[in-house]
């Protein structure tokens, strides 16, 4: 999973990135409010931790910013020393998933984390076999059978395939790929993500007669989309 | 400025200088000629020139001296009037022709009786009266006859007064002598019986040559008393009785050789000589002196329209010599033409007309110098070294203004030479006297002389020919635009050059190269075809089917309008859009592209059951694209594939390699291309093919065209030989 992490105290973003890493979780941490909204426009994170206050946009500003701008809005874990009632149900109105005050132990934070990325991705990640269509991903195996034909993939064509159906119609940013099954956030890989994507889609044959097409988002990423027939004729004709 | 008016002004004014100088020289040489102004001059020449050429003396004259030796034999003087009366009857016996006694005989003696009586014997004995000046009561003379008796004896009063001139000099007679204006005039001494021809023009002395000095015969008075002449030497001859010795009688100088002064005798034997012998010198009337004194000079003033002033100098030497030579030859010919008006003429009308019209000349380029710096703004610099004279310093800054002009000249020619567009400059008959670069570069070198009307005509297409011709007749104004051959268009403006005074001096050609506004223009008339046509065109049909009547609205075929629009519109925003964009390139994979594009189209292929195939050969090839516009190029050309291959039929994609190239080569079954689109199918809104019931629009076509450039590719169209269209993309590799 990937999780930005915003927080003005430097300290404060340390401990919770040693949660975050500690929980085997990709970390993107920010200094402030600005530098976060623009990164969620760009990007895509699987969960966002908040501090309430900071330069430039107070966590509960770029909690209803989200909610009104991004098309998706990944979930939110709002972090603050305050504790009054009133700004707790503040946070959670404007749109947060979950609200942790400080000081908290990091055994608390890492549950609180794995209970919002649970309720949110479905928890279908961890299943064994999984079943889109006419695709068959053995996740053990790291096997792709596609109308009962089994197709050769590597391994990270697999992950990468997996990737994609798990978040299937959901826009992934180019880093969040990347990060996602090559543990990197350099992007000296840019081509071999399209390369991936390229032999993804034809080995798979994603295409509409198969009912999924892989999408492009140009200066974003990439997105997996179900062809639903009978939509699609409403929509062309 | 106007310099040709200011050179008409040069004119006139030299023409008023020219007047001003001939009238005042004329004047001048008419009051020398009537004033006798330069008579001491002429006289010199005169004098001297007769030196030259003496008369000869009549060998008939016989002077009979009362020199020294008389003097010294006879006693002082004076002599008894016995002693002449002596001498008489001694000349009575040798018979003389005449006898004239220069003596003046006046007081009465007792000896008068018996010279009066020798003088009848002699018979032709003549003796002068004196005229004293001025005379009594109010007279301008008195007479002093001689003594009664001589009186009688000689018969007839006469005169010998001598004509001296100023200088006092003696060169001519006056042959007869009036008193008063109310006498008759009385003969001179030497006439004789010889009556002066014309009066009163006797009256004015007549110049006449002169014999050398004791030229005539002469004998001793005391000699012919004593009987020691012989009568041979008498008999016939014309005898003058007069005072040699010196310091006795009247003496004068006289134009002979040995100069010195000549005694009054012998004067009158001189003029005695003249009259018979014919040895007078004429001079013109006044009026003839005038023309010959007048025609010189003007000779010279007429020479200055005609001559450069190098050569007038010459001239005026040639005609001075002339005017001397032909005095002096004039003389030979006993004629006396003063010199002196003339070349006082000549002398004063070239440096007069030399001084008007150097001032003319120089008020003129002072006026011109200054209106020039007043209404041409040239700053002629300074005024010279103060040192220098005025003349200096104006042709210093004259000097200054040529360059000035050369500058613009100069500038003008640069201006000309850096106009983007071709200029041609012509005169009045037409012919090109000037171009420019631009102009030799669009109707090739040597156009210098050619006729600019004529070359015009020959570059434009036959159809605009005579308008132009028409145009360039009578520009007013206005201009043309024509086609050339070369299918370039232009517009030709045609500017009269005046002179500042109005009057038409040529033409200037100037063209602009419009082919390009034009291009738009046309392009802009296709584009309104398109929006009047092809945009509305579905939207009439949509209408028309809302308005069927009965039944269900045909939503599939609203549908396919509206889209079509919706396409065309895209691609003209898209078209426009990116001609105004930089290109910026990122590494794209074509055949993952080349799939998207066909998976856009797949719920329209769907519909007709279009197949499309993507086939990769190109193993993830990448090219440098812009990821927007080379999609939707893709779009276009599978787009159009699918809209022109039957139902059912099948579109191949093709993404191969070749030759460091990725080529994506779209197939479709259909029914290929007409033969007459084919070369336009990439133009702009190029017409539909034909033979299908799809109507397409050429927009989309001319985008990936564009698209092709773009990213430094190309797009070629063929029909296959196995049937229907090939469209064939051609990118560069991304390195």
């Known amino acids: 999973m990937r999780i930005a992490i915003a927080d003005d105290d430097g300290t404060s973003l340390n401990f919770l990135e040693n949660v975050v890493i500690g929980m085997g979780h990709i970390c993107a941490k920010f200094n402030d409010g600005e530098r976060l909204s623009a990164a969620l426009l760009r990007d895509t994170f699987d969960l966002v931790m908040l501090d309430w206050n900071m330069p430039g946009k107070t966590g509960l500003q770029v909690v209803q910013w989200m909610q009104t701008t991004l098309e998706a809005p990944p979930p939110v874990i709002m972090l603050t020393a305050r504790t009054a009632k009133r700004d707790i149900t503040d946070a959670l109105n404007a749109g947060a998933d979950d609200y942790i005050c400080k000081p908290e132990e990091d055994g608390v934070i890492a549950a609180r984390i794995a209970a919002v990325l649970r309720r949110t991705s479905g928890g279908a990640s961890t299943d064994k076999i999984a079943e889109y269509g006419g695709y068959r991903l053995d996740r053990m195996a790291q096997t792709i059978r596609h109308q009962g034909a089994e197709v050769v993939l590597t391994a990270k064509e697999f992950e990468l395939a997996d990737l994609l159906f798990r978040n299937r119609d959901r826009t992934l940013s180019r880093a969040y790929i990347m990060e996602t099954i090559w543990r990197t956030s350099a992007d000296l890989a840019t081509r071999t993500l399209d390369m991936h994507i390229s032999r993804v889609r034809s080995k798979l044959s994603l295409k509409p007669e198969n009912g999924y097409r892989i999408f492009t988002v140009f200066g974003y990423g990439y997105r997996l989309e179900t062809i639903d027939p009978a939509k699609d004729q409403a929509a062309t004709e | 400025m106007n310099s040709r008016s200011g050179a008409a002004g040069l004119r006139r004014r030299f023409r008023i200088e020219w007047i001003w100088v001939a009238a005042l020289a004329s004047a001048i040489i008419a009051a020398v000629v009537l004033g006798h102004w330069t008579q001491p001059a002429d006289d010199l020449l005169y004098d001297a020139a007769m030196r030259i050429a003496p008369a000869e003396a009549d060998p008939d004259i016989l002077i009979i001296a009362i020199d020294e030796p008389s003097l010294a034999t006879l006693g002082r003087w004076p002599w008894p009037r016995s002693l002449h009366a002596a001498l008489l009857e001694r000349l009575a016996l040798a018979r003389p022709e005449s006898v004239t006694i220069d003596m003046l005989l006046s007081e009465p003696t007792p000896d008068d009786s018996a010279l009066a009586a020798a003088m009848l014997r002699l018979d032709r004995v003549f003796i002068p009266a004196q005229f004293v000046q001025p005379g009594r009561n109010g007279q301008a003379y008195d007479r002093i006859d001689p003594a009664p008796a001589l009186l009688r004896a000689a018969g007839s009063v006469r005169h010998a007064n001598t004509a001296i001139d100023r200088d006092g000099t003696v060169r001519s007679a006056a042959l007869c002598f009036a008193q008063d204006k109310t006498t008759p005039p ?432 190109s193993d993830c090839a990448f090219v440098a694209a812009e990821r927007e516009s080379l999609f939707r190029a893709c779009v276009n050309l599978i787009d159009n594939a699918v809209k022109y291959s039957p139902d059912l039929g099948r579109v191949t994609v093709h993404v191969d390699l070749a030759e460091g190239a990725v080529q994506i080569a779209v197939r479709d079954d259909g029914q290929g291309i007409a033969a007459d689109i084919l070369p336009r199918l990439f133009e702009r809104f190029a017409s539909a093919r034909t033979g299908t019931t799809v109507k397409g629009i050429g927009l989309g076509l001319n985008y990936v065209a564009a698209v092709a450039a773009r990213h430094g590719g190309s797009i070629t169209a063929r029909n296959r030989p196995e049937g229907g269209a090939e469209f064939l993309l051609t990118l560069p590799l991304d390195e």
């Open chain 2, 186 to 617: 009385y003969p001179h001494l030497m006439t004789q019986e010889r009556r002066p021809a014309r009066w009163p023009s006797c009256q004015q002395p007549a110049r006449l040559r002169f014999a050398a000095q004791e030229s005539f015969a002469t004998v001793s008075y005391s000699s012919v008393l004593r009987g020691e002449v012989p009568d041979a030497l008498i008999t016939g001859r014309r005898v003058l009785i007069g005072m040699t010795a010196q310091g006795l009688g009247d003496r004068y100088p006289v134009p002979v050789s040995d100069g010195g002064n000549m005694p009054g005798v012998e004067i009158n034997a001189n003029i005695a000589n003249a009259l018979t012998g014919r040895h007078w010198v004429r001079q013109p009337e006044t009026s003839a002196a005038l023309l010959l004194a007048l025609a010189p000079a003007w000779l010279l003033l007429l020479s200055f329209w005609r001559i450069r002033p190098r050569s007038v100098n010459l001239l005026v030497v040639a005609m001075a010599v002339t005017v001397l030579a032909g005095s002096i030859i004039a003389l030979a010919f006993n004629l006396w033409i003063a010199p002196g008006p003339a070349l006082l003429g000549l002398a004063l009308v070239y440096p007069l007309w030399g001084w008007r019209r150097l001032q003319a000349a120089s008020d003129y380029m002072a006026g011109e110098l200054a209106s020039l710096e007043r209404e041409e703004a040239l700053p002629l610099g300074g005024a010279g070294p103060a040192d220098s004279d005025h003349v200096t310093r104006q042709a210093g800054q004259l000097a200054d203004a040529i360059d000035q002009l050369r500058d613009l000249k100069r500038f003008v020619g640069d201006t000309l030479a850096g106009l983007p567009d071709p200029a041609l400059v012509s005169d009045m008959a037409g012919r090109i006297v000037l171009t420019n670069a631009a102009a030799d570069g669009a109707f090739g070198k040597s156009l210098i002389g050619q006729d600019a009307a004529s070359l015009l005509a020959s570059i434009t297409v036959p159809l605009g020919t005579e308008p132009l011709r028409a145009y360039l007749a009578n520009p007013g104004g206005r201009h043309i635009e024509f086609e050339a051959h070369d299918r370039r268009h232009f517009v030709l403006r045609r500017a009269a050059i005046a002179s500042a005074d109005g009057s038409l001096r040529g033409h200037i050609d100037y063209l602009t190269d419009i082919t390009e506004i034009a291009e738009a223009r046309a392009e802009r008339e296709r584009m309104l075809q398109l929006l009047s046509h092809d945009m509305r065109a579905p939207q009439a049909a949509i209408l028309a089917l809302i308005g069927q009547q009965g039944g269900e609205i045909d939503r599939v075929r609203i549908a396919r309008h509206a889209r079509h629009t919706l396409t065309l519109a895209d691609n003209f925003v898209d078209l426009a859009r990116m001609q105004e964009r930089p290109f910026d390139p990122e590494p794209v994979i074509a055949a993952d592209l080349a799939s998207e594009a066909a998976d856009s189209l797949w719920p329209i292929a769907q519909q007709r059951g279009v197949q499309v195939l993507v086939v990769d050969d």
